[in-house]
C-alpha cells in the first residue's frame, strides 16, 4: 500500500520555523519525485517545492525562495521541508505528494500519490 505521511506542522509565531517531514512507503522511492503542496481556506492549491528524483534538482514557489529548503534522505525515504522566517501568509494545509518521473514537476495534476496534510498556522 503507498503512503505519504506528513508530520511537523503546528502553530508559530511569525518569524519563527518549522521542519515538515514527508514519509514514503509502498513504492520505489528513488525513482519518483516528491512537491510539497499547501491550500489555504478559500485558495486554490499552490505549488511549494518540489525535488527530483534522479539528481535532487529542486523548485521553489517565488513566494517562498530564500527561506524554505527542501531534502531528501532515500536511505530513510523520506522528504523535508525546512520552513524558516514563517510569515502569517504560510498558513496553510501542506501536502506531500510524489510524482514517478526524474523531471522536475511543478504541476500538481501531474503527481501519482499524495498524502493527508499538516496544518500549519503562523500568527502574527
Known amino acids: 500500500e503507498v503512503q505519504l505521511v506528513e508530520s511537523g506542522g503546528g502553530l508559530v509565531q511569525a518569524g519563527g520555523s518549522l521542519r515538515l517531514s514527508c514519509a514514503a512507503s509502498?513504492?520505489?522511492?528513488?525513482?519518483?519525485?516528491i512537491g510539497w503542496f499547501r491550500q489555504a481556506p478559500g485558495k486554490e492549491r499552490e505549488g511549494v517545492s518540489c525535488?527530483?528524483?534522479?539528481?535532487?534538482?529542486?523548485y521553489y514557489a517565488d513566494s517562498v525562495k530564500g527561506r524554505f529548503t527542501i531534502s531528501r534522505d532515500n536511505a530513510k525515504n523520506t522528504v523535508y521541508l525546512q520552513m524558516n522566517s514563517l510569515k502569517p501568509e504560510d498558513t496553510a494545509v501542506y501536502y506531500c505528494?510524489?510524482?514517478?518521473?526524474?523531471?522536475?514537476?511543478?504541476?500538481?495534476?501531474?503527481?501519482?500519490?499524495w498524502g493527508q496534510g499538516t496544518q500549519v498556522t503562523v500568527s502574527s
Open positions: 505528494a510524489a510524482v514517478w518521473s526524474t523531471r522536475l514537476v511543478v504541476v500538481s495534476l501531474e503527481y501519482d500519490y
Open positions: 509502498g513504492f520505489t522511492f528513488d525513482d519518483y519525485g
Open positions: 525535488i527530483s528524483s534522479s539528481d535532487g534538482r529542486t
